[in-house]
């Protein structure tokens, strides 16, 4: 850990004593050697003192080396990982604490929340892009190097049981993985679109590691977009995460008053309605849940985030499609074969949701339709008088 960031936790140990919270008895599980977890980066790694004296006893051969190391407090990452214990920032405070009163938990919430804000907002992090193979390898498993903290896709492993195949649209698209690191692992992350057609992008949906508050992720949403923004060599871009960069740009709106003219005049939270991603996948099981273009069109290969216009299939599934379709009307999973694709209604029904309409050899909603007694039939509602 660098000395300004252990200076910054002694600071703060000293300001809650002087606050009047009264440190722990113990001594022996207080925690010593203090860094930045190695799992993530958003925690802190210790050795409690007597785990560290207990270390230095040893006294078998094969132990001898680390216990050199932990004495001269030369602390390797294989030490690290091996004996040191990894904590939010909430518990490790509350090793040195007790906090007894309402009124002192919620003095001690309120104080630790600022504490992270400075601690981790503050943090460099480098961006790096992956496309084509390298993000279907990502979300199926198989890039042992990519490591997300608590911010991992539904349509990834290991959240989800998932299949390659699911994802070779991000092998056919124009379509990039935006990354934020801090060391090893992922903090943010995001799909930036190109639409070919009209020379445009689209920065999708920023997801940021769940350690962060509110305030500090709106600043790594900021930090992203800015990134994504010079490595286009573009002054503003079309963005889902548009308000929350904006609600950071105004915490200080004099210093960042022309990027925000610029973001509030010249983009949207929304792609535009022409902008279009070809993809030449031609079956659905490559295709995941996807959160802006998930309006599929079968026959023109494309997909697009325009409602009013005309699709085969609606990507909002995670947990792959494997021949299977979701009924609208009880949002239940039947086989291709067991469900009934509707023209009338735009979208997919079950036996159990569906009539028939004899007249239009069609299927729709019961209540869309209209039961003629005489002829004892089901007949279009909209093609009565």
């Keep these: 850990m660098k000395i300004k960031d252990k200076k910054q936790i002694k600071n703060l140990i000293d300001a809650l004593q002087m606050l009047g919270f009264k440190r722990k008895n113990n001594a022996d599980f207080l925690p010593i050697f203090i860094d930045r977890a190695i799992c993530n980066p958003f925690k802190l790694s210790y050795i409690s003192k007597q785990k560290s004296e207990k270390l230095k006893q040893l006294p078998l051969p094969e132990f001898k080396e680390e216990v050199e190391q932990v004495k001269s407090g030369e602390i390797t990452e294989e030490i690290r990982s091996k004996y040191f214990k990894a904590t939010n920032i909430e518990k490790f405070f509350n090793l040195y604490f007790d906090i007894n009163t309402d009124e002192e938990r919620n003095l001690f919430s309120s104080i630790i929340n600022k504490f992270k804000v400075k601690f981790f907002g503050n943090q460099k992090f480098r961006m790096k892009t992956f496309g084509g193979e390298e993000i279907a390898e990502i979300y199926s498993g198989e890039n042992e190097n990519f490591r997300v903290l608590a911010n991992g896709s539904c349509m990834q492993a290991p959240y989800n049981e998932v299949f390659h195949s699911w994802f070779t649209l991000y092998s056919s698209a124009d379509v990039q993985l935006i990354c934020l690191y801090q060391g090893k692992n992922i903090v943010a992350r995001s799909l930036l679109w190109e639409d070919l057609q009209n020379n445009n992008f689209f920065l999708d949906r920023i997801y940021i590691c769940n350690e962060f508050n509110e305030e500090t992720k709106q600043k790594i949403q900021t930090d992203l977009y800015k990134k994504v923004c010079k490595k286009l060599n573009v002054k503003y871009l079309n963005c889902y995460s548009r308000t929350h960069i904006l609600r950071h740009l105004k915490t200080d709106r004099k210093a960042n008053e022309k990027q925000i003219e610029q973001i509030e005049t010249k983009t949207l939270s929304e792609p535009k309605q022409n902008f279009v991603i070809f993809s030449n996948c031609n079956t659905l099981d490559n295709y995941p849940y996807l959160d802006t273009f998930k309006y599929y069109n079968e026959r023109e290969g ?79 509602s909209n093609d009565l008088g």
């Design 302 to 380: 494309t997909l697009s985030a325009n409602r009013e216009s005309a699709y085969n299939e609606y990507l909002d599934r995670t947990d792959g499609h494997e021949n299977s379709c979701t009924c609208d009307g009880c949002n239940e999973n039947f086989d291709e074969d067991n469900i009934h694709w509707s023209e009338l209604e735009g979208c997919y029904i079950c036996d159990d949701c569906a009539v028939y309409l004899e007249d239009r050899e069609e299927t729709v909603f019961e209540s869309s339709a209209t039961y003629d007694n005489y002829r004892e039939v089901y007949v279009y």
